[in-house]
C-alpha cells in the first residue's frame, strides 16, 4: 500500500515537473522580449527539474538519494536565480531593447545603458582595415571610440 502510494505521488510529481518545464519552455518560443524569456526560463530551470528529482527521490527513498536530491536542489535555487539576474543585467546594459508594450522600467534612471556599435562593412573593406583602424560611423566617433572595438569582426580575427 505504502509503496503504490509512493510510486503515484513520483507519476504526479514526474508529470507535475515535466509540464511545468513544457510551459516554460513555450514562454520561451513565444514571449516578446529577452527579459520575459529569460524569466521564463529561470523559473522553469527551478521548479520543473526540482519537481522531477523529488519524483526521482519518492520513487527511489533511500538517504543517499535525498541527500543528493536535496544538493541539487540546493544547487539550482543558488545558481540559476543568480546567472538569470546576471544574464539580464549583462542584456540590460548592452541595450537589448524593451517589449514596446512595457509600461514601466525601472532601471533606466539607476543603470546606464549602452547600445552596440555594429558596422556594416563589406568583407573586402573588412580585410582592407585589417591592418589600421576601422572607418567610424558619426555616432561612434562622437562616442570616442576607436581601435578594436569597433573594427570589423574579420579584421578582428585576423590581428
Given amino acids: ?13 514526474l508529470l507535475t515537473g515535466s509540464l511545468v518545464t513544457l510551459i516554460a519552455a513555450l514562454g520561451v518560443l513565444r514571449l516578446p ?3 520575459m524569456r529569460m524569466h521564463a526560463a529561470t523559473k522553469a530551470g527551478v521548479v520543473g527539474p526540482s519537481l522531477i528529482l523529488l519524483a526521482a527521490g519518492f520513487y527511489e527513498p533511500s538517504f543517499s538519494t535525498w541527500v543528493k536530491i536535496l544538493f ?50 563589406p568583407e573586402e ?10 572607418v567610424l ?9 576607436t581601435d578594436m ?5 574579420k579584421a578582428r580575427r585576423e590581428l
Fill in 72 to 121: 541539487a536542489i540546493l544547487f539550482l535555487l543558488t545558481t540559476t536565480p543568480i546567472s538569470g539576474h546576471l544574464i539580464g543585467k549583462a542584456g540590460f546594459v548592452g541595450g537589448v531593447t524593451l517589449w514596446r508594450k512595457t509600461v514601466r522600467n525601472d532601471l533606466e534612471t539607476v543603470l546606464p545603458t549602452h547600445g552596440f556599435v555594429e558596422l556594416d562593412v
Fill in 33 to 35: 522580449d529577452f527579459f
Fill in 137 to 145: 560611423p558619426p555616432s561612434a566617433q562622437e562616442a570616442g571610440l
Fill in 125 to 134: 573593406e573588412a580585410s582592407a582595415h585589417a591592418d589600421h583602424d576601422a
Fill in 1 to 13: 500500500m505504502m509503496n503504490e502510494l509512493l510510486l503515484w505521488l513520483s507519476a504526479f510529481l
Fill in 149 to 153: 572595438m569597433t573594427r570589423p569582426t
